[in-house]
């Protein structure tokens, strides 16, 4: 038993559910990898040069993702309510979205159209500071893999 009341310690070794899981995610994330370098593949071509640009880039993205992560997480420890009611949230909005997908509910959407102006003058911005800041935008936009 762990220091917390009611939760278990964990295994010694990782079950066969658990490694079928991280097998799954792994392949998904290489058959997406075609998808990747069509959609931020200019992106990132952009920001190579110089090489330093690419990295600041790829922090500022990094940045975004953890800050939303983080964002998300803390919405859903403030919750109220029973313990199970973040994850069927969760669930209602994949569902919402994936029949938005399908064409048979209406797409969510917001409109920043203030973030393709910002993320074009940053685009033209030299230096690592602007490439950070690019991928900060960057981060912004809707992506199918990064949600999954």
Request: net charge positive.
């Amino acid at each position: 038993m762990s220091g917390f009341p009611g939760r278990r310690s964990p295994p010694d070794r990782l079950s066969f559910g658990m490694t079928s899981t991280i097998a799954a995610a792994a392949l998904a994330g290489l058959m997406g990898s075609p998808h990747c370098v069509a959609m931020c593949g200019g992106f990132a071509t952009a920001c190579a040069r110089p090489r330093r640009g690419l990295l600041a880039w790829h922090a500022g993205r990094l940045t975004t993702y953890a800050t939303l992560g983080a964002l998300a997480g803390a919405t859903g420890a403030a919750l109220p309510g029973p313990a199970w009611l973040p994850a069927a949230i969760s669930i209602a909005l994949l569902a919402w979205f994936a029949a938005a997908l399908a064409g048979v509910a209406p797409q969510p959407s917001v409109r920043l159209p203030a973030l393709a102006r910002i993320g074009a003058r940053l685009a033209t911005r030299p230096g690592p500071a602007g490439r950070f800041l690019l991928g900060l935008t960057t981060g912004l936009l809707p992506c199918g893999m990064v949600y999954a």
